[in-house]
């Protein structure tokens, strides 16, 4: 018995996780939305209020809040671009982020190290940088780089930068790291220049990305808005990484967690996108929860797996590529 094609039919392919329907998606946006607008999010940096400000946002200087119109929101999503390139220094191995588009990251930052080769549990140095970069460069399943462990045996203010050279010496791929502040970022810039053929060649194949952390509960620091801004200038594509904690620094219910990050995640891309329109933003999260007992913060409960499984739905949802944490 023969059977034609179905008509206009919707298919899963693959396996998945579906966390929300659209309708979730869309009452914790319109939540989101009325936190921004009414409660605002704490900003010190006067640069940052004012670039804030020249968007339409409203900027109350005495108490450094700044509340975000609606509008101002849903544009900022509209600018902020919906595909990125993770270029890498050889250029088979440069990874597109975009919509349903799965690829996978060592995780970062480990402090501490078992010695191959005397079983030592020991501080971790530059060394030890390089070589797992170098391990990482070596795994097919590792699409970009980000720096495993850091370098402790160098000058911490400027260990960043002894970070970058050794893992940009010892991987291929695209290397994803933070670098502390933004003194620090302009001279990996100009290294990621010189590597990639000039400063035009760099902002259209960007093999170095940065990443900033908002803190809980909805405070974009100077440390944070310095990096978002300075990014936005140099083309150089930042991940903001909310990291609250559900029963500590957020709400301990998942929908007040995801409300939370959601806010300090979009109040980040609309600060990058008031800086430069179009500018490179990832929405990204290593949220958790806060282990009540132990107060600490496990990230290898499944707790964490369901947030940043729903983090990942909720950047479906803005078309937004993302970055999250895995259990």
């Known amino acids: 018995m023969g059977k034609n094609f179905h008509a206009g039919i919707n298919k899963l392919s693959g396996f998945g996780i579906q966390m929300f329907t659209d309708d979730e998606l869309y009452t914790m946006h319109l939540a989101t939305l009325e936190v921004l607008r009414d409660v605002g999010i704490g900003v010190k940096a006067a640069d ?20 975000f119109p609606n509008y101002v929101v849903e544009e900022a999503i509209r600018l902020a671009p919906k595909t990125i390139t ?8 440069s990874y597109v982020l975009e919509d349903n588009r799965t690829g996978f990251t060592n995780f970062g930052e480990g402090i501490m190290i078992n010695d191959l080769y005397t079983g030592e549990y020991r501080r971790s140095t530059k060394k030890d940088s390089g070589q797992a970069a170098l391990m990482a460069d070596a ?12 370098a402790q045996d160098v000058p911490a203010l400027i260990a960043p930068l002894h970070e970058v050279q050794i893992n940009i010496t010892n991987t291929s791929k695209h290397l994803v790291q933070g670098c502390g502040n933004t003194r620090n970022l302009r001279r990996i810039y100009k290294v990621m220049c010189h590597i990639a053929g000039g400063e035009e060649e760099y902002r259209r194949n960007p093999i170095y990305s940065t990443i900033t952390c908002p803190i809980s509960p909805l ?19 930042i991940t903001i990484i909310s990291m609250a904690l559900a029963g500590g620094t957020a709400p301990v219910t998942l929908a007040g967690t995801l409300i939370t990050h959601n806010a300090e995640a979009l109040a980040s891309v609309v600060l990058s996108q008031a800086t430069v329109k179009g500018a490179p933003v990832v929405y990204g999260s290593s949220t958790s929860i806060m282990d009540l007992k132990y107060t600490c913060s496990p990230v290898g409960c499944p707790e964490l797996g369901m947030i940043n499984a729903s983090v990942a739905k909720l950047a479906q949802f803005y078309g937004l590529p993302s970055w999250v944490a895995g259990g």
């Open 48 to 67: 940052a209020q004012e670039a804030f400000a020249s968007v339409g946002c409203l900027v109350d200087k005495k108490n450094n809040v700044v509340r």
């Open 86 to 93: 993770f270029a890498a220094r050889n250029p088979k191995k």
């Open 139 to 150: 795994l097919s399943a590792v699409d970009i780089h980000e720096r495993a462990v850091s």
């Open 219 to 237: 405070q974009l620091v100077p440390e944070s808005t310095d990096m978002i801004m300075e990014s936005a200038r140099m083309g150089i594509p």
